[in-house]
């Protein structure tokens, strides 16, 4: 079965890219969410639980547990399907996305759950000022967060805007789940990430029983800043006793 890789926001498949140059495994696919990269579904309302049914469905399509990978928003929505149907993950790793009551939305979460505030923002959007900002509060090499912001149409600020408005309480309501993911878990994270601080992969990992939390000496984007070191972390981690 093959290892099924989850992007965030405002990301797509592409953000793997760096990942899967360092893997010596071939069966790697990285999936684009609806609304960043791939069509919505007809009827199709970017709420947290409608990508986690998505998720399902799709993996259900590919017939078997697979290693399962998200960050940022992956890592969430990845968490969630492990903790419903662990049937479908033989293993999971995720990082930089908090399943915690006691996180905060970062300020700019906060923009876009906001009504007025959020839609102002997208109408605004000027794709090269947020390259900036990317490469400015996170580190994000320039190349990657031009390439980055060059997919941002109309439906992903849409999706994004949507999807944070059904998640004022994830953490609240999906964090009690995570007791019941049985897939071995890792957890890796940015160590100099402002929007989501180590804590809460160090709670992420108590909450999975991880096996470790590898801490790297980057920003949020870890996929980005530290390919080689995500690549072998998930490759060590794939390699479990029972293989």
């Known amino acids: 079965m093959p290892a099924i890789l989850i992007h965030g926001v405002p990301d797509t498949h592409r953000v793997w890219d760096g990942v899967r140059r360092h893997l010596t495994r071939t069966d790697v696919e990285a999936w684009d969410l609806p609304g960043f990269g791939a069509p919505l579904p007809p009827g199709f309302a970017c709420s947290k639980e409608e990508y986690v049914t998505w998720l399902i469905e799709r993996l259900e399509e590919v017939g078997g547990p697979v290693d399962l990978v998200g960050h940022d928003w992956g890592c969430i929505l990845t968490a969630r399907v492990a903790s419903l149907r662990p049937d479908l993950v033989r293993t999971w790793a995720g990082g930089n996305g908090p399943v915690s009551d006691q996180y905060v939305w970062h300020p700019l979460a906060q923009i876009w759950q906001d009504p007025v505030e959020g839609d102002r923002y997208m109408d605004e959007l000027e794709p090269m000022s947020l390259a900036q900002d990317l490469v400015a509060g996170f580190d994000v090499p320039i190349e990657s967060a031009e390439e980055m912001v060059s997919h941002i149409d109309g439906p992903m600020k849409d999706s994004i805007l949507k999807l944070y408005r059904s998640a004022l309480t994830v953490g609240k309501e999906w964090e009690p789940g995570l007791a019941h993911v049985a897939a071995p878990a890792l957890v890796f994270w940015g160590v100099l990430d402002p929007a989501v601080p180590i804590e809460f992969g160090e709670k992420l990992g108590r909450a999975l029983r991880a096996s470790q939390v590898v801490k790297l000496d980057c920003n949020h984007w ?20 029972n293989d």
């Open 222 to 241: 870890t996929v980005l800043q530290s390919p080689g070191e995500v690549a072998a972390a998930l490759e060590g981690h794939w390699i479990q006793p």
